[in-house]
């Protein structure tokens, strides 16, 4: 937290000019402490050696021990350090901190309890302390539950223990994959951890200045609340891709469902849905196959999508989007109803985790068109098709440059469909998910939009629906995207 | 067609003449006529390499907007060719012509990211392109209209994992032809001898096998790469060099082994696309490579075997012992008519004679080893 340094300024030069031993110099001193810690600066306390500093800094501190032990054994102690003992006894073990007391503000205000306590959230701009630390409360328990935090706690417990088996490193496979999840579990967990902390340091910060009548400090901490109040409103967000192949880019593939010609036309509408969507997020959008139809269209298309957290918004248009309108091939201008199919797949950059492929069980198959070949034909077309035999999965490229490089893409997008078979059969072996396989590749109906006789799109999982079926044809999707993923998550009841 | 030319283009009607003013190109009234083989003398015969547009400096800018009329010319004029090519020649079809409009469009401009943005191009935008817009014009219309390789178009062709530079004078690589890398790349990995020792790529034109080999070969494996044309071996060196393979490929011009003579006996490997289609069938080529490919690199003679018969008897001595040779051929026919002869004549100098297929199931390459 950027604020952090200003404010340490600020509250030791003032506690410096209160007497001695006063019990508002000691509370600012330990708040001092507290920042200290956080922060991981030292600073140096010259000033007064009494007992009550000892004791209140040690309150402080052992407050905070419980979540970041491991920050304060990094803790450098200059020299000249002389007003704080830090007891050895104090610092634990860092896996073993999970379970640790609920941290406090200085009258006993926990963040649980701040929620409990209904406080009426006001819009940001009007400034009421409690309404910012409402909000704030709010918005961690919700992060909470989109971690599923008590689910990870469990998991980080399994996860510890197997860490400190003895033998862990016999398999470095598997010991790298388990300190990987551990140490991103361990990192979201400390960040929730710091907020909850943050928040209850601001609301003592801030009784303690108005104890005082301190204006300025007063404003500077409710300054800090509003900030930390949208960040981690931001965080919210980012806890919805919390999942292992969220941040992973992915291959977005759509297919006509039957109905000739308007079918194959609703399938490129929905891929170049899905084209300006990526390309208004910064992704990279790359062809990898397109089959076009006949006469308008396509009959299939697969794109590449490169960027951070691509796979975790997409994945949430998985599913059968249908199509209601009178349709522009349709001489008697009849009203149609069209569906297109769209599967999401991760492009997982953890090679360890990849499907194995056997070169045997492949069959590459290029296209080319029939007739003498060599140096009598000039083409530019060099597309490959891979068949992956003992599953029938099949991938198809045909819009790179050179041969080798369209196999190589194919052999991505067959990676990727074999990982994502993988992991749904493990999924349903750990039966975990309840989703069946159906649905994770292809899915059920997910959406409407109707363009005649009136003009909506309407999410049938969120109930989410907009009136203006043009913006969202033109990629606007994010509303719909969030909408699921807070509702997949957020309904969750165990957490 | 012109009625879709945007009036910008009409009014200054000819930038065909600004962009290839020191080449005479077919005219464009020879589209649906029979294919007849222009001589190679109306093609630049400049030995200085022309450079690729991928790699040409971006100081052209024009708007985004004018970009996108252009790209919808294009794509309408690949669109008019419907059929015609597939049907008078086995040409391309308006598919691959549009994917080419793509791909022109990504050696054009400077930042490919900007592309995606031609669907709803911001007023005012402009973007840098590696030509001027009426050169794109013109050369677009090269490739429809008169059928102009789009390789020569753009002054590239992607192969394996190469982007190699190709011009006119110079045969634009194949994709069967990337097999013969790979089959020396699965001989170098067991044999020592193979993975350290001296190849020859005889007719190398733009250099491509010379460069694959050299990329598979140990630290101390060479190529060696001959071409009789000028424009060839300058090429070829061009590319050399951008991969920076100067040290493990040397180019020497000459007729296939004259210039090996100082490694007569000593070769690992020797490997070839020579000419190969029968005289009688140069006529009937497909209009891109007809018209303007070197009908060096095409012609094999009579039955399309002159310089394959060469090759194989030659091979034969210029190999050391377990040396391997690979050559490219018409396909089944010519590839049987070869083994029979080298089983015949050559039987005493090699063995392991095979022939293998392309990914068409085409029987495209002899292959066999010196005893």
Redesign the interface.
């Known amino acids: 937290m950027g604020f952090f340094p200003n404010l340490m300024k600020t509250l030791y030069s003032r506690s410096l000019s209160l007497p001695q031993n006063s019990r508002r110099r000691n509370q600012k001193l330990s708040l001092l402490i507290s920042s200290f810690t956080e922060s991981n600066k030292t600073l140096i306390v010259q000033t007064t050696n009494s007992q009550s500093t000892i004791r209140s800094g040690f309150r402080v501190l052992k407050h905070t021990l419980a979540f970041s032990s491991s920050e304060i054994q990094t803790m450098k102690v200059p020299a000249s350090f002389h007003g704080l003992l830090v007891p050895s006894t104090g610092v634990r073990c860092g896996f073993c901190s999970l379970a640790a007391t609920e941290p406090r503000t200085s009258d006993g205000l926990t963040v649980n309890g701040i929620v409990a306590g209904r406080w009426p959230i006001l819009d940001e701009n009007e400034g009421d302390w409690k309404s910012h630390a409402a909000a704030i409360a709010q918005s961690i328990q919700l992060i909470k539950k989109r971690l599923q935090w008590k689910k990870m706690i469990v998991r980080l417990e399994m996860l510890s223990a197997e860490l400190n088996k003895a033998d862990l490193w016999d398999d470095p496979v598997h010991a790298g994959k388990i300190s990987r999840e551990h140490g991103s579990l361990m990192g979201k967990m400390k960040e929730v951890n710091r907020y909850e902390r943050e928040l209850l340091e601001h609301i003592d910060m801030l009784k303690l200045a108005r104890e005082e009548n301190d204006g300025e400090l007063e404003s500077e901490s409710l300054r800090a609340l509003l900030m930390m109040r949208s960040s981690v409103k931001e965080k919210e967000l980012e806890a919805l891709l919390a999942g292992e192949q969220d941040s992973c880019s992915c291959f977005i593939e759509v297919q006509a469902g039957a109905g000739g010609t308007e079918s194959m036309d609703w399938a490129a509408m929905v891929m170049s849905m899905y084209k300006s969507w990526a390309e208004c997020h910064r992704y990279g959008v790359t062809v990898v196959d397109e089959m076009p139809g006949e006469i308008a269209g396509i009959k299939r298309a697969t794109i590449k999508v490169d960027g951070e957290y691509a796979f975790g918004y997409a994945k949430a248009e998985v599913g059968v989007h249908r199509l209601v309108r009178i349709s522009p091939f349709d001489s008697a201008n009849r009203r149609h109803t069209s569906f297109a199919a769209v599967a999401v797949t991760p492009i997982l950059g953890d090679t360890s985790s990849h499907f194995q492929i056997n070169e045997s069980d492949l069959r590459i198959e290029r296209f080319r068109a029939g007739g003498p070949g060599g140096q009598h034909a000039n083409t530019t077309e060099s597309a490959v098709r891979i068949v992956h035999i003992p599953t029938g999965v099949t991938a198809t490229c045909q819009n790179e440059r050179s041969q080798h490089q369209n196999k190589a893409m194919a052999m991505a997008v067959l990676q990727s469909r074999l990982d994502q078979l993988e992991m749904t059969r493990q999924a349903q072996l750990n039966a975990q998910h309840t989703q069946s396989l159906t649905e994770i590749s292809w899915g059920n109906q997910i959406r409407t939009y109707v363009l005649h006789p009136y003009r909506m799109v309407k999410d049938l999982r969120t109930n989410y629906e907009v009136s203006d079926p043009d913006s969202v044809l033109e990629g606007d999707l994010d509303g719909f995207i969030l909408s699921f993923l807070s509702a997949s998550l957020d309904k969750d009841k165990d957490n | 067609m012109n009625s879709s030319l945007p009036r910008t283009i009409l009014s200054t009607i000819s930038p065909y003449s600004l962009a290839f003013k020191r080449q005479k190109l077919p005219i464009s009234t020879r589209v649906s006529g029979p294919v007849s083989f222009p001589s190679i003398s109306s093609i630049p015969s400049s030995q200085k390499p022309r450079i690729p547009l991928f790699l040409r400096p971006p100081i052209f800018t024009t708007s985004l907007s004018d970009l996108q009329k252009w790209q919808q010319w294009a794509n309408n004029l690949a669109l008019s060719v419907g059929s015609k090519f597939?049907d008078s020649d086995?040409g391309?079809d308006t598919?691959?012509l549009c994917?080419?409009v793509k791909?022109l469009l990504e050696d054009a401009v400077e930042d490919k990211?900007i592309l995606?943005?031609l669907?709803s191009p911001e007023n005012g935008k402009l973007v840098k392109l590696r030509a001027d817009l009426d050169e794109l014009y013109c050369l677009w219309k090269q490739r429809i209209e008169e059928r102009r390789?789009?390789?020569y178009i753009v002054g590239c062709?992607?192969?394996?994992?190469?982007v190699l530079s190709v011009q006119e004078g110079v045969?634009?690589p194949?994709?069967?032809t990337?097999l013969i890398v790979d089959l020396v790349s699965g001989l170098v990995l067991e044999e020592e001898g193979l993975r350290e020792g001296i190849w020859a790529d005889l007719g190398t034109g733009s250099g491509a096998i010379a460069i694959g080999l050299a990329r598979i070969l140990g630290d101390g494996g060479r190529v060696i790469a001959t071409d009789l044309s000028p424009i060839a071996v300058s090429i070829a060196a061009f590319n050399v060099k951008r991969y920076d393979l100067q040290d493990k490929v040397e180019i020497r011009q000459g007729s296939w082994f004259e210039p090996l003579e100082d490694v007569k006996g000593e070769l690992a490997g020797v490997v070839s696309?020579p000419?190969?289609?029968p005289s009688s069938?140069i006529v009937g080529?497909?209009a891109?490579?007809g018209r303007y490919?070197p009908r060096l690199?095409?012609d094999g003679g009579e039955n399309g075997m002159d310089d394959l018969l060469h090759l194989c008897e030659a091979a034969a001595l210029m190999l050391k012992p377990g040396g391997f040779f690979a050559f490219?051929t018409?396909?089944e026919k010519q590839s049987k008519f070869l083994l029979d002869f080298m089983t015949q004549k050559l039987a005493t100098n090699v063995h392991n004679l095979e022939a293998i297929s392309?990914?068409?199931g085409?029987k495209?390459f002899v292959t066999g080893f010196r005893r």
């Open positions: 597939v086995n391309p598919n691959i994917r080419e791909w990211s995606c943005q669907v390789p789009f390789q062709e992607h192969w394996r994992d190469l045969l634009i194949r994709p069967e990337e696309n000419p190969y289609i069938q080529l497909q891109e490579v490919e690199a095409l490219e018409n396909g392309d990914f068409c085409i495209r």
